[in-house]
């Protein structure tokens, strides 16, 4: 079992940045990967970005160049970059971990992006 706790989101200005956090009780070297994904209103939750244990990235085209996930394996810590904020990237943001066959999801957080 995974426990997953998010932290770092909240109202944010178009065009500013927000990291979010996401620490687990295993680390990405223990997992497949690491990675978030978001849900906005009246909408269905989306992949946004995921890393595996061997370092590749992926992104979603909505926020490639924007986004930037990294982890820190000593904190068991996944994190999400996000720069050039817009107000279509307001949504609840989920910490995703993964391995064979099990996904482990946090709470979610809330982002939005509004003048």
């Known amino acids: 079992q995974v426990q997953l706790v998010e932290s770092g989101g909240g109202l944010v200005q178009p065009g500013g940045s927000l990291r979010l956090s996401c620490t687990g009780s295993r680390s990405l070297l223990s997992l497949r990967g690491m990675g978030w994904y978001r849900q906005a209103p009246g909408k269905q939750r989306e992949f946004v970005a995921t890393?595996?244990?061997?370092?590749?990235?992926n992104y979603a085209d909505s926020v490639k160049g924007r986004f930037t996930i990294s982890v820190d394996n000593a904190r068991s810590t996944v994190y999400l970059q996000m720069n050039s904020l817009k107000a279509e990237d307001t949504a609840v943001y989920y910490c995703?971990?993964?391995?064979?066959?099990?996904?482990?999801w946090g709470q979610g957080i809330q982002v939005t992006v509004s003048s």
């Open positions: 995703h971990n993964f391995d064979f066959g099990n996904n482990y």
């Open positions: 890393i595996t244990n061997t370092g590749s990235t």
